[in-house]
């Protein structure tokens, strides 16, 4: 089971997404088995920021002085034998799923839900560095989408 630690940093997230942590939390109740830990406690925090917070993250942590659209950090504990885990922290700015500005909150939503499922992949060790890495992480990406999708209506 995967609980979420929901923060919110930045106001206009509640304009677009309403109960939050009941979102997330749900989203991850109807990923594909292989990705949702059973009969293991995990857990994961997902910071809802903005460009200016994640700028300076992005520059403190990844020595890129600029703003981009998520970061997540794993915590890098091998996961095989716990019962009880804490994958790591995920961050996403509103700035970068608000755009263009004119999206619908649906579309917001399924913007939001898609870099979501790309920053939990990333905790889980997916990386996209190269093309054969980049080609499995985006089949798992579709994948899990693709088995919450029903969600979204």
Known sequence: MI??????????????????????????KH????????????YLTLLLSNNKNIKILNKKFRKKN?????LSFPFGQKTKNLKKIYLGDIIISYNYMNKPKD??????KKKTIKIFIHGYLHLLGYDHINLKDYQIMYREE????KSIEKLLN
């Open 3 to 28: 609980r979420i630690n929901v923060i919110s940093e930045e106001k206009s997230w509640s304009k677009k997404l309403k109960k939050k942590e009941i979102l997330f939390n749900n989203i991850c």
């Open 31 to 42: 990923f594909p088995k292989k990705f949702r830990f059973l009969n293991k406690k995990v």
């Open 66 to 70: 600029k703003h981009t659209d998520i």
């Open 103 to 108: 999206l619908t909150n649906f579309e917001f």
């Open 142 to 145: 579709k994948k899990i989408f």
